[in-house]
Nanobody
Framework: QVQLVESGGGLVQAGGSLRLSCAAS????????MGWFRQAPGKEREFVAA????????NYADSVKGRFTISRDNAKNTVYLQMNTLKPEDTAVYYC?????????????????WGQGTQVTVSS
């Protein structure tokens, strides 16, 4: 079992920045690739970013590429999502997720554990 707790969400104006954190506890953090997803009201949960076990490989949704950066600190059992140049369409509940595999994946169903989510609201 892995427990995930997100933090860092909030209200920000368009063009601003936020950094989300996801603290993991339980099984060995370095055994899990990690991902960030988001879900806006009335929409499906969608992939945002993923990172492999070591942190050397990342991938992003086209909608956030160049604006968001995923990273992990294996010594702190934490994964981060730095979000810059935020847009109103980035408004959603953001979830971190863990999968028992080497590489980050983009499919919701490919992840084994989920956090409770943190709200990000971007005002225009």
């Amino acid at each position: 079992q892995v427990q995930l707790v997100e933090s860092g969400g909030g209200l920000v104006q368009a063009g601003g920045s936020l950094r989300l954190s996801c603290a993991a506890s339980g099984r060995t953090f370095t055994s899990y690739a990690m991902g960030w997803f988001r879900q806006a009201p009335g929409k499906e949960r969608e992939f945002v970013a993923a990172i492999n076990l070591s942190g050397a490989s990342t991938n992003y949704a086209d909608s956030v590429k160049g604006r968001f950066t995923i990273s992990r600190d294996n010594a702190k059992n934490t994964v981060y999502l730095q979000m810059n140049t935020l847009k109103p369409e980035d408004t959603a509940v953001y979830y971190c997720a863990a999968r028992g595999g080497t590489k980050g994946r983009i499919g919701v169903h490919e992840y084994d554990y989920w956090g409770q989510g943190t709200q990000v609201t971007v005002s225009s």
